[in-house]
């Protein structure tokens, strides 16, 4: 099936009955203007951008049909020696994957998980994470989809981003009148559970004397 604005211009079949990106697209935005025959050769190219790509020779039949004068005029209207050339782009083919490995531990402790937010599991002998620290938590790996985890977390920093924006201009910080009294006062409000951080007495460290015994 050949495009209405290539079959004006006398350009070759396109790679619309096949699928759009077979041949590749423009990588800004991800569609192409066709092809045009260059001799035995086929380049696809994008008008807007100005970049082509060469997929091959000898692939499409037309290029036997078409005289060296109709595919000069061809290249000179759409002024095809000024256009960058490019190597083919396929958007299913990501170039920017990022690796998630399992790697060690370390120390027992629970760390932010990019995928959702939330925290691994402290007591976990290997991490799934990349080498610049893009983390997956086990819940995440349990779920399967990660991009539908993804999409849920930036629904829900956007909500976050919402309601703090939201405050801005209404927060009114009261004075305080006696600044010392308060803050004497303020270990009475503390809880009274003996575990607190604020209540737990202070472990004395031993001295070098009883170090060396």
């Known amino acids: 099936m050949i495009s209405e604005r290539g079959n ?56 036997r049909y078409q005289t060296e004068d109709e595919q000069r005029r061809i290249y000179n209207d759409l002024g095809f020696g000024e256009f960058q050339q490019i190597e083919e782009c396929h958007p299913g083919e990501k170039e920017d994957m990022i690796d998630i490995t399992l790697v060690p531990a370390g120390s027992a402790q629970r760390r932010c998980c990019t995928v959702c937010g939330g925290l691994t599991e402290k007591w976990v002998g290997v991490l799934a994470q990349s080498d610049d620290g893009i983390r997956v938590c086990e819940n995440c790996l349990k779920a399967g989809d990660i991009d539908a985890r993804l999409e849920q977390h930036v629904e829900d920093l956007k909500a ?25 006062g303020f270990a009475t409000h503390l809880p009274d559970d003996p575990q607190c951080y604020w209540r737990r007495p202070r472990r004395r460290l031993p001295t070098l004397g009883v170090l060396a015994l």
């Open 8 to 63: 004006q211009m006398g350009q070759t079949e396109t790679n619309q009955t096949i699928g759009n990106e077979y041949f590749g697209v423009c990588p800004q935005c991800h569609k192409n203007d066709g092809c045009i025959n260059v001799g035995r050769s086929h380049w696809f190219y994008c008008k807007e951008h100005r970049v082509k790509w060469c997929v091959g020779a000898n692939l499409f039949s037309s290029c």
């Open 160 to 184: 976050y981003v919402q309601k703090v924006r939201s405050l801005i201009g209404r927060l009114r910080i009261r004075p305080i009148s006696n600044g010392r009294r308060h803050a004497a």
